[in-house]
């Protein structure tokens, strides 16, 4: 069985120590950091901008995920993309000013992986025209906006319909409420990729924590 991506979000981490936090996570054997982008507009909250990414960028050789919750994502994934993002995933919500293949490409057009994301309400079929033009799709289990909410169970009941029409080497990741058990729920469904920000930050072990995701 191929291996699960676990994805720690730094939204719950302690900012003041963002170093020492990023390094925790890495050397309890994970390579990727999730970094929630918010804006304010297509999410009621603000979060992580472009310098957060550069400096995080000088500081570690992980591979930054970067979750771009934001309206007009096309005016922002150059300067992502140059501050040393790895993989950039938007919203399909938010891709009808520029259009979806259009921003898939901008995304590729700087050597970056791509992804798209889909808030509880959108219907997986929405994804369908994409799934072999992307590398992850990342199925929200929350509303998006903040960390520490419920997990949705019928947004995870996506997954398998997703998974049937996806090429074998896409990723699909989920995103909220991610714990031990929902976790365990979303792998079994086909999730190959985890996004965990309060179950790993909000632990007093965050290695016992990401092992528990496994
Ligand atoms: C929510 C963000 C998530 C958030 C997850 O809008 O996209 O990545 O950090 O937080 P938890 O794991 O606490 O639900
Ligand atoms: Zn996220």
Redesign the pocket.
Known sequence: MKEIIISP?I??ADFMELEKEITAVKNAGVKWI?I?V?DGHF?P?ISIGVPVVKSVRKKTDMFLDT?L?IENPEKYIEPFAKAGADLITFHLEASENYGTENLISLVKSFGKKVGISIKPKTKPEELFPYLDKIDLVLV??????????E?MHDCAMKIPSIKEHSPEDLIIQV?????NLTAKVCTSLGANSL????????SDDYEKAILSLK
């Open positions: 979000s939204l719950s999730h929630d918010m999410v909250n979750h919750m929200m289990t929350v509303e998006p906006g903040f960390g520490g909410q997990f995103d909220g409420g991610i714990n996004v965990a920000g309060s179950y790993i930050y909000g």
